[in-house]
Every structure is written in C-alpha cells, then in structure tokens.
C-alpha cells in the first residue's frame, strides 16, 4: 500500500499496486456522523463501522464502492484508522468548545463555514490562536514589570 497525501487535505492511495482510491481528510460534519453511530446504534459491529468510514471518506462516486476487492477493505480500514483518523475526530463537546473558541478570534463567523473544513486545518487555526494569545500574554507581563 502506497500513499501521498495533497495539498487540497485529500490523500491518493493505492493498493497492490493495481487499484487507486481517492480519500477526503475528516471534516467536522463527520463528528455528527460519529457521535449518531455511537450513541444510536451501539450495537453496531466494527466490520460495518469500518465500511461505512470508507463510504464516508472516499471522495470519488459510489460506483467505485462496489468495485473495491473485499482484499482491499483490512489493508483500507487499517490505513484510514492510521492515517485520517488517529488524532482527529473529536466528541461533539471537543468540537463545539473549539468552535466557539475560532468564532470568537474572528476566523469565521459562522460554524457552518468550519464544519467544512479538514481537521488538520482546524488544528493549524487552533495552533495559531494559542501562539496569539500566549504572545499577549507575555506582553502583558512586560507591560506589567516596566510600570
């Protein structure tokens, strides 16, 4: 299995050589999705799960769902826990919490604009905000200490 990940926070994998998938990175419309099968259905077995994130993450039409090799589906799942999911799906109270925090530092005003985004973008913005604040906050002392 072979992957590279785009500029555009899509990821062009390739298994055994012979078939290319395109994936989408997670968006935070997904933890809706997340938290929906965790709480609704929780009797839900893992093998459906996964199918249903590979449904969900593959950025290409549908036909291509019934085209993938069953062979393909534990080397995909695998390669998505690893590589999309690890580290970025949040609870909806994560979620909320950190969009609001974005909102306020005027990033954007609306969550409907973020729940768009590719986590790792998210992440960055996030990154950014707390770099800002801990900058003023050292100001701040600075300010304090010359008085």
Not at 95 to 115: G, I, N, V
Request: a neutral charge; glycine letters at 2%.
């Amino acid at each position: 299995m072979r992957a590279q990940e785009r500029a555009d926070f899509h990821f062009d994998v390739v298994v055994d050589g012979e078939s290319y998938y395109l994936f989408r990175d997670v968006i935070p419309k997904d933890f809706y999705w997340f938290a929906l099968c965790e709480n609704d259905y929780p009797d839900l077995s893992n093998t459906l799960q996964y199918l249903l994130i590979i449904c969900l993450l593959l950025d290409e039409d549908e036909r291509v769902l019934s085209k993938i090799p069953k062979r393909h589906i534990g080397p995909l799942t695998w390669w998505i826990g690893t590589n999309i999911l690890n580290e970025k799906v949040m609870k909806l109270p994560q979620w909320y919490e950190m969009a609001f925090h974005l909102c306020k530092q005027r990033f954007d005003s609306t969550m409907e604009w973020m729940e768009n985004q590719p986590v790792p973008k998210l992440m960055l913005m996030t990154q950014t905000v707390t770099k800002f604040a801990k900058e003023q906050e050292r100001e701040m002392r600075k300010a304090r200490r010359k008085k």
